[in-house]
Every structure is written in C-alpha cells, then in structure tokens.
C-alpha cells in the first residue's frame, strides 16, 4: 500500500478522475485537492464600510460642523463675520443664567434616575417576576405603551391630565375628593418633569432587570430556601447581588439619556415658567433655535458633549464597569 505521504504530496499532480488504488475514482485525492487549497485573504474593511459611513455622516460629521460653529458669531441671519473665542467666554464670564440651569440639570437628572430609572425599574422586574408570567407579561406591555408611542401622543396625555382648568384629569380626582384644583406647570414644574420622564425611564430598567433575574439560576433560590431562608433573604442575597451588573450599566446609559432629550419637557411645560423647568440640552435649543444665537448654542453643545465624556469616564472609573465587560473567568460547557 502506498503511504499517505505520497497521497499528499501528489494530490496537485493527478487529474480528479484518475482511478485509485483499487480501480475506483479517486474521491480521496479530490478531498485532499479541495482541503489543501490555499483560502482567499479576507478584508473586513468591506463589511465595516456602510457601518463606518452611517456614523461619519451622522456623527463625526455633525460633530466636526458644531465645533466649527462653536468659533463663530453666527446668528438667526446665518452669516459668520469672523471666529473667536467669544461664546466661550460668555458661557464663563456673562451668562448669569447658565448656574441655575446647570443647578436645574442636576436635580432633574439625580432625581430621575434615582427614584424612577433605577428605583422603580428595579421594584417592577422584581414585583413583575414573582407574578405568575402571563400576568408579568401583561403589565410589562402596558407600562412599555409610553415608551412605544410618539412623544407628541404622550405629551399631550399629560397636557391633559395636569390641565390647570376643571377639565384635567388630576382636578377632576381632587375635584371630587373635595380638594383644592391644582396646576403643576406653573407650582412644581421641575416635580412634574421628573415624573413624566421617570414613568417613561422606569421601562427601560424593567426590561434589563427582568431578563437579569430570568438568567439567575433557579437552584440557588432553591438551595437558599432549603437552607431556611425566607424570601427577603433569597431577594436581598440571590437576586440583588446579580443585578449589580445590569444597574450599572443602566445608570450610566440614562445619565447620558437625560443630559441629552428633553422633547417631553418642551412638548408639555416649554421649559417654563421662564427656565424654571428647563434643563441645559433645552436650553442649548432654546438659545439656538428661539433666540437665533446658533454659535453661541454650538458652544453651549459642545461643553454638554464634554461633560458627557466626563461623567461616563468617571462612571466608568469608579462603578468598575470594565469587569462588566471582561470574559468570563470560567467557561460553562
């Protein structure tokens, strides 16, 4: 018998029908032909190609023409007379206002995400998990409407229901308990932002929260009720260690949701009374887009983007989100 060696070696030379050793067509020599031919080089710049487009037109690009405009005096004509250093040094030296809308910001982010993004979220996957699923499921669909409809749709539901006259859902509850009518936009305006945010938030967390308690194996609740413990104990040393993870993640995603959006805020107070409600990505629209004041507003929206890098950078830096993302010490086969 001839050796493999041989079969290797001349598996280029014989022509794919020519007969093996046993008069049969030599079906080995073509396997070998076929597994021994040399593999095309791949260029992954061809499959990241439409991916890196999208993001240097719809990212990069804006970018680049903000900072640009950051430099200049352009105004509601859209003519630049010159660049300068100008908007910087009125967001420094002469926006009096700038302090209390920053003062503004942090309550309304802190206070969003603290009581509703995190909070709330964190009580509804846990309160929706011990339900039997279906009805788990049921609730989970209905609190995710907001999220799902347009924000125009969910502002004006709220219009509807803080409406200051008899005919808003809130006065007509406090109508018939025999209290006093009540109008949220002009007396708390900032309480009533936090809220409206908050609801919609709170979904966001819900989702993560529910599939991280879904991916918690069921024996350890089992083994911790054999042991004697009750069901606190298997919530508050089972469930909530495995959701510091998912928590983290989500504080860090919605800080940078709630420094950025605030469509629901101009939909249903406008930021008022004055600025009372309005926090600093409105009032970077509100400079830019009321008043005409685009350099001064691309100013104003290239310092949120620096503080943005900040806060995650330190978000990063103090949660420890880089074991988050590391592999798996072990491997589950």
Known sequence: MMSSSWTASKADTLPCD?????????????????????????????????????????????????????FTDMGATLQIDGFSLGNFQRIVQRDMRLPGILLTTLVYVASTLLLFNVTLGASLAVATSAVPERLGNLFRGLWLLPRMSPAVLYGILWIWIVDPTGAGLLNQVTGALGLPQMNLRNDHPLMLIVVINGVVGASFAMIILTSAIRSIPAHLADAARVDGASEWSVLRHVTLPALWAPVRFITMYQVLSLLTTYEYILIITGGGPVYDSTPYALY????????????????????????????????WRLTNMRDTFAAPKIEVL
């Open 18 to 70: 020519a007969p093996g050793l046993s008069g049969r067509p030599n079906s080995r020599v073509i396997f070998m032909h076929t597994a021994y031919r040399r593999p095309r080089p791949t260029r992954p710049i061809l499959f990241l190609a439409p991916a890196i487009a999208v993001l240097a037109v719809f990212f990069l690009g804006p970018i680049l023409v903000n900072t640009v405009i950051a």
């Open 284 to 315: 970077i629209y509100r400079r830019a887009f009321e008043n005409g004041a685009y350099g001064y507003g691309a100013a104003l929206a290239l310092g949120l983007m620096v503080i943005g890098v900040v806060i995650t950078l330190l978000q």
